[in-house]
């Protein structure tokens, strides 16, 4: 019988255990609304473009304000399970679990060699650490940068290793692994850029002092390849964004707001502005900034902030240090949809709430002890480096709990040593006086700092978007009680208001039209209040007070998709269909993952005789709602109608196994079999 080692059962208790503690929290985070849906700053632009990437592939010429790699990656998953979020949020825990995984070995191997238990540390701490659940389980960026960080690591930890060991092909190959990996992390997350560009300076100091058998040229190349590959991945993002804006963009179009987020005369150091009227009226006032001065938001953006730094040095100053504290602080700081109200709902999570001030006060302690030996600093370089960079992302822009996830690799690592030098040296009076001195600088680092937090501000963000999330999920009831929580404390959410409104449409369309005139009164400039009375009176065929208040939404909001989309519903039932044809195309100009559109314009030109145009949309259509049989019925008929009965059959068969009582679908079926 064969007997397994030690370290075989330590990794797969610890593997049991962090699956187990996965599946727990993903049970109880499925009865959050927002489990099922993507609602939320960042988050739906993330969903938003993966589904125009499943719609329509790579050929679409719209500038995102994000890297391009995550909605790829999001696109994937949404491809290979169905939109099926419970497997597509275990997916990305168990690739991070995974990248750690990898990260623990890279730790044992090149490292720390002599001292297992830290590896042990690393990995304990990597699996069971809770605010990691919540952020591994998001539909946001970090979650597949965190592995992409752990790779590149290792990478370069074991191309070194080989490079010593006079292995030189080996080491060049892992090298450019390496270097692949980083250009990933740069097109995933732009912050990356720093990081790479000190790591390029380290492997050139290295090839520079480091002597071994081979010539300087020869030693040269790592750090040239290395930049290489990280190149060659980022190039056609940075040749494709100025195509298509006709301006220079490196990685994504939004780096200018976070920028002055963080160094402005009303700037915090956190994320303080909040979607919403804030946030609408800030990008307004830029957008209006930007037309007056001729140049781009991003621009705009960065001027002003330059403005603010070169009028006010002292208070920029204040302002740095301030963020340099920040992003140790205990707190999880808020950006996008993750509110302490949405990040604690679970059990999990919250009974670990202040677990950073441990993990904060020991990864200090470790940065400290690190410092005091030459030898460990050049051992820890990787992560030192990882850390630095970082660390001065946040302090030149904005500080949040979610925007060090990239330094988790480099807190678990040294929180790791802080405890392993304690176990190492606890019986050791000076070494213990020491390691003392170093954790209470941590703890102070850690707590005393107090960042802004608005717990009210907070709980209505949360309560707004779970109200959206049940609404989106025709979860009426629920979503009625958020909302009314919502106008109770915010009297003048004008998006709750038009929500309410919607609601309470088949009940008592006089309450309908009653919210949506306050919606119109809190927001006199927004288009959604003037859109969903000019709905209602579509509904009515009052077709004149509607085209009057269509003409009002198409004035504030020319560009949303839902007017355009509804305006273009509008014209098809007065029977101006060509018209229709033009404001839906506009609409998907806007949104190339408006399924409703794609499926009325595909519908439109099955009733127009035009197949292959019809076929074409209505395929996408049925990409991004793969279980709505409704589109299912269209794209049968138009799979008929170019002649693709197999596989008409079979898409009638599916939707058959998900409605099996659908009339049409039977109907339809039972011609086949005649």
Request: aromatic share 14%; hydrophobic share 50%; net charge positive.
């Amino acid at each position: 019988m064969k007997r397994f080692s030690k370290t075989q059962v330590i990794l797969s208790v610890l593997i049991l255990a962090a699956l187990i503690l996965r599946i727990i929290y993903l049970w109880q985070f499925s009865g959050s609304p927002l489990f099922n849906i993507a609602v939320g700053a960042d988050v739906q632009e993330y969903d938003n473009w993966a589904r125009e990437i499943l719609a329509w592939g790579f050929n679409s010429r719209r500038l995102h304000i994000h890297a391009p790699l995550y909605p790829i990656y999001l696109a994937f998953l949404y491809n290979i399970f169905s939109f099926k979020m419970l497997w597509i949020r275990l997916f990305q825990t168990l690739i991070i679990l995974g990248g750690f995984g990898v990260l623990s070995w890279a730790i044992q191997a090149f490292v720390a060699p002599k001292r297992r238990v830290l590896m042990w540390i690393f990995l304990a701490v990597a699996a069971f650490y809770p605010p990691l659940l919540f952020y591994s389980s998001e539909l946001i960026s970090e979650t597949l940068l965190l592995p992409l960080i752990c790779l590149t690591i290792s990478l370069l930890y074991w191309s070194e290793n080989q490079l010593a060991a006079g292995n030189f092909r080996k080491g060049a190959i892992l090298i450019s692994a390496g270097g692949i990996c980083a250009g990933l992390m740069a097109i995933t997350h732009p912050t990356s850029l720093l990081f790479i560009a000190l790591e390029i300076i380290l492997l050139f100091f290295l090839a520079l002092f480091r002597k071994n058998n081979k010539k300087f040229i020869v030693r040269l190349l790592i750090p040239v390849l290395f930049g290489l590959m990280a190149l060659l991945v980022i190039a056609p993002v940075c040749v494709r964004n100025p195509m298509i804006a006709r301006r220079f963009i490196l990685i994504q179009r939004n780096s200018g707001f976070n920028f002055y987020l963080g160094n402005n005369y009303n700037a915090t150091g956190t994320c303080y502005i909040r979607p919403g009227k804030d946030w609408t009226a800030i990008h307004s006032w830029a957008n209006a900034g930007a037309a007056q001065k001729g140049i781009t938001k991003d621009k705009f953006f960065v001027y002003m902030s330059l403005k603010f730094i070169r009028a006010n040095p002292l208070e920029e100053f204040k302002l740095l240090v301030k963020k340099a504290f920040y992003v140790w602080n205990f707190r999880e700081l808020i950006a996008g949809a993750d509110s302490a109200p949405i990040m604690y709902f679970t059990s999990i999570v919250r009974n670990g709430k202040y677990l950073f001030m441990l993990l904060g006060a020991l990864s200090i302690c470790g940065i400290i002890l690190i410092l005091c030996k030459r030898e460990t600093i050049f051992k820890y370089r990787h992560f030192l480096l990882l850390l630095v960079a970082c660390w001065a992302a946040q302090t030149i822009t904005v500080t949040s709990g979610r925007y060090r996830l990239a330094m988790y690799p480099a807190f678990f690592v040294f929180a790791a040593f802080a405890l392993d030098y304690l176990i190492q040296c606890g019986k050791n009076r000076k070494h213990l006086i020491v390691y003392a001195i170093a954790f209470s600088a941590g703890v102070l680092i850690v707590t005393v700092p107090s960042p802004p937090v608005n717990q009210n501000k907070e709980q209505l963000e949360a309560d707004s978007l779970y109200g959206e999330a049940c609404f989106k999920q025709d979860k009426y009831k629920e979503a009625e009680k958020y909302f009314q929580k919502v106008i109770k404390s915010d009297p003048t959410s004008a998006r709750a208001y038009n929500l309410l409104g919607i609601i309470s449409e088949t009940s008592s369309p006089e309450l309908a039209a009653k919210y949506y005139r306050q919606a119109i009164k809190c927001e006199p400039a927004e288009a959604e209040g003037y859109l969903n009375l000019a709905t209602q009176y579509s509904n009515k065929n009052q077709y004149k007070e509607a085209e009057k208040y269509f003409n009002e939404a198409l004035r504030y909001g020319s560009d949303k998709p839902s007017v355009l989309y509804n305006y273009a519903c509008f014209l098809q039932k007065k029977g101006d269909v060509k018209l229709a044809v033009e404001y839906l195309n506009k609409c998907l100009a806007e949104a190339p993952w408006h399924d409703k559109a794609l499926n009325t314009l595909g519908v439109i030109y099955i009733r127009s005789k035009k197949p292959k145009l019809a076929l074409k949309y209505l395929r996408s259509a049925h990409k991004l709602q793969p279980r709505k049989v409704g589109y299912m019925l269209n794209l049968t008929v138009v799979l008929l109608q170019n002649g693709k009965k197999s596989e008409a059959v079979k898409m009638l068969k599916k939707a058959l196994i998900i409605a099996p009582d659908n009339k049409s679908a039977k109907s339809l079926l039972s011609k086949f079999h005649k």
